[in-house]
């Protein structure tokens, strides 16, 4: 895929400098540009109608997309009837958009995150073009769309991927800067632009982020006067006429009352101060260490992890070259390593997740496709095609293992009898359950037998594809490698989202929610047995105002300190009088723990279905064939 701007006497040169504009450019781009939107079709679009929602935050924060239309309150987010403050609106307000086009589904609540995956390969391409060629930024866009980590976190409603996009915009517009001596007006307001929407997006890290990369740079290369050109007051002037009146607005339709603080407090001070600090109310939450947290890098940027590793060399470490001044590749390499570092270094003194990383992988992403773009224009027997070779072998070597394991289990695992809940053989392990992929502890041997089908497919995928990457490359065609690569990660990445579909029972509660629309008349309550979140999936499906038993906490505590927080907290004594009176309840039990409560009141309930390992009960007799009565 080698073109023009891949010749040694213009690698240099930003592309800016090399007519990038021009129509021949733009013809050059065309094919990088379908082989993008190729591969994130095939890796992405499996996923937007399937599997179900889950139940916490994927399904919770679809909901506050949908009560935004019913509302018609597009300040203050709601969920379940509940002022929620948490988060940022501008993914809700885009959400709620594809719900107007395209109605409440599993696909109107995720083709948002997942044109951002586009936009963001698509600004990764942009960026790698930018610094070192087309074929640079085509590496850097396939580096990024069929590794791991952008796949598993945008299979749930986060904003990260849109934060991600953000941040490679605001950088690409930075990096303009430098190469004019007086930056232009549209360039220094558009980093205003898109950081407030990056401040709209997720918060104050917003803003917090553009600065402190950008400060960081020119501190490093003893150029923060470059921060005059910029054009500070007028920038900051449109960056806070974009970011500032829904905040304004929300504070004044939110003010302090009663037990609550107001909006001020609860979204800057407790959900982004407090929350890094480590002393956020209620703290519902779990952080990694921070070894694990470093380390999982490696499985994220999988299966260019070798590679992403050797393109660090790239960054110019000299001191002097800093203050000098960097030109080109260099200049580009040393500006995303700033990227990723302040990303890192400022999360590891926060409470971190697993998926804080995520807003750091373009930059590495754009350092691997600059390597990659130089392993395929070097000679043969060049030490970068060795290094490529070597790193091709033992990807080689952990294919073979990985098929040996995959397939040892697809061979010796049993398929379980017709109607198995998959909960069944599972082990649980609720203290995991903090961490987003806290679930992935519960699998068992004796549960390999229901993902019979993705591991031959994983493990078929991960041996064809690591051999082709090593054969290809072996033969001296890099670039070839790396298509093979990226195919391997198109049928993994599949195997994966079958397995989600597997697995999502105990991720979700649609089966619940399903069979209680069967039995639901208006006039019924539905009640949980505990937080909302626990089966929020049953709120998204059903549309019905859920009730919490004995649970005033998670996400929706806050909310319900306003005096206009709608009655749905449930006591033991309210229940049993619902429990005992003429309508229908459904009592939804996100654990297996709960039957007791019933047990208790001695009166009869009935089972309207389980799934997951979660159940429905109901206090009247209904019609489904499933409904078969209790016994205590």
Known sequence: MNSPTDSSSLRSQPVSQRDASSPVSRQKSLPYLIGIVLFWALIYLPGLASPPMMDDADSEHAVIAREMLQTHDFVTMHVNGIRYLDKAPLPYWIMSGSYSLFGVSEFSARLPLTLFALFTFLAVFALGREIAGQQAGFYSALVLATAIGPYIYTRFVIPDIMVCFWLTVTVHLFLLCLQQAQPSRLLCWSIGIVSACDVLTKGLIGMVFPVAIIGAYLLITENLRFLLRLRIISTSLVFLAVAAPWHVLATLRNPATGQAKGFFWFYFINEQIYRYLNLRVPHDYDKVPLLVFWGLILVWLFPWTFFVASSLRQIPLRLRDWREGLQGEERGALLLAVWALVILVFFSFSTRQEYYVLPGLPAL????????????????????????????????????????????????????????DIADLLRQAPTMYKLSMGHLFDLTGRAMGVFRWPLVVFGSGLLLGTFFNWLLRKRGFPARGNLALAGMMAVLLYA???????????????????????????????????????????????GVPLHMLNSQAGDLWYGSLFPDSPGVFEDDASFARLWAGPARVFFVMPKEAGLEKLQALGSPYYQVARSGGKNVYTNHPCASPSCRKGTS
Request: aromatic share 10%.
């Open 365 to 420: 992403a754009v350092l691997c496709g600059m390597w990659l773009k130089k392993e395929a224009v070097s000679p043969a027997e060049s030490p970068l095609r060795r290094s490529g070779l070597r790193f091709s072998a033992v990807l080689l070597a952990m294919g073979v293992l990985g098929f040996a394991i995959t397939i040892f289990f697809a061979a010796t695992s049993q398929p379980p009898p017709p109607g198995t």
């Open 496 to 542: 994966v989202h079958v397995s989600l579909g597997i697995f999502n029972p105990m991720l979700g509660s649609k089966p619940l929610a399903i069979a209680i629309q069967e039995n639901y008349r208006p006039g019924d309550t539905i009640v949980i047995n505990g937080e909302q979140a626990w089966s929020s999936s049953v709120l998204f499906y059903t």
